[in-house]
């Protein structure tokens, strides 16, 4: 005897097979059109049977109507326009003077000195000439110092600094 029991009660039902992707396509499509076209049905019966109950305007949208139209009459036409006034010019704003660089500061300050310079000594320089003042940076000799390495590099021998040794500059041919 088997260990298995059957399950009794309801039948089991025939599988249908399943459609191939293009049949199921087709079958999509053709209940597609005839939505669109119940659709556009439904739509045509409506603009033929004119207004229908929910369009007709209430009491209340008719005085609104009325009360809009009056207001109308009072203003002017649709296409009339008012005449343009001329408008007064702003006056000239006084232009503020460009801020000098650090990089120019230092230039400036190497040109007059006639001692090689570190980039520290120079940023006092550039502050006790009121040339430039650090905007609260932390490191504002570091910052030069790179900028005059990168100009160095960029412009060669037309660079407004040159070094003379190892983090002392002077005054170059582009000062």
Do not use: C
């Not at 088997?2 to 009794?8: M, P, V």
């Not at 005449?83 to 040109?111: C, F, G, M, N, Y």
């Not at 001692?115 to 120079?122: G, I, T």
């Amino acid at each position: 005897m088997s260990t298995k029991t059957k399950k009794s009660g309801t039948p089991r039902k025939p599988r249908t097979p399943k459609m191939s992707k293009s049949a199921a396509r087709a079958e999509g499509a053709a209940k597609t059109d005839r939505l669109r076209k119940a659709a556009l049905a439904e739509i045509n019966d409506r603009l033929a049977g004119g207004k229908q109950g929910h369009e007709v305007p209430s009491e209340k949208e008719v005085a609104n109507n009325a009360n809009v139209d009056a207001a109308a009459k009072g203003k002017k036409a649709k296409g009339e326009k008012a005449p343009k006034t001329s408008k007064v010019p702003k006056p000239a704003k006084e232009p503020k003077a460009k801020r000098v660089s650090a990089l120019d500061a230092a230039a400036q300050v190497l040109a007059a000195s006639e001692v090689p310079m570190r980039a520290k000594e120079m940023i006092t320089a550039m502050e006790a000439k009121k040339l430039w003042t650090s905007p609260s940076g932390k490191t504002p000799e570091a910052t030069l110092y790179a900028a005059i390495i990168r100009e160095i590099a960029a412009k060669g021998s037309a660079a407004r600094f040159k070094k003379h040794e190892r983090g002392v500059f002077v005054a170059g041919k582009g000062a």
